[in-house]
């Protein structure tokens, strides 16, 4: 692995992980601006994964990522026990969840985000 040379700005960063969670087949990728809501993180990325097998990819390939692009990877919690995995990045959050759990709770109603995403609407 190489780090990157020059610093990333948020918005590329914020890309780059997107695509790292797309080339390894997570889906309905939402990214949210937290700022103003909490002092935890700026953002939130939360996407699903279709098992928790996946999950534990989609975690390892960000936490690389960070690496290569010299960001901090502050921790990770949910690897053993499945189903949701958050990435702590310390100005990004990535929330990795199975879609049955990203229904249940619904983070991005939590933080305000109303728009759907495509195939996690609830079933009726």
Known sequence: MTRLKKALSMEDWLDRLETVI???H???IVRLDVRGLTTVADHFLIASGTSDRQLRTLAERIREAAFEAGRIVVGSEGER??????VDLDDVIVH???PDLRRLYQLEKLWGWSEPVEGLQPDG
């Open 22 to 24: 797309r080339d390894h």
């Open 26 to 28: 997570g889906d309905g």
């Open 81 to 86: 026990t499945g189903g949701w995995i958050l």
């Open 96 to 98: 990795l969840m199975l």
